[in-house]
């Protein structure tokens, strides 16, 4: 029983990706693009040690 568990995780993601995808369908002219500097510590942080500087 816990072996399925992550299945129907992944199949209800599937479902709800699926039931709205309006949701991020357009762009939103409100958004505005964050600085370098604010992105910078955080690809530091999460992203450069595993997934290289590229």
Do not use: W
Request: net charge positive.
């Amino acid at each position: 029983m816990t072996t399925q568990l992550p299945i129907r995780i992944a199949v209800l993601a599937v479902v709800l990706t699926m039931a709205f995808p309006s949701v991020n369908a357009g762009e939103d002219s409100r958004a505005t693009p964050l600085p370098k500097a604010k992105l910078e510590p955080f690809f530091q942080k999460y992203c450069i040690r595993c997934h290289g500087p590229e």
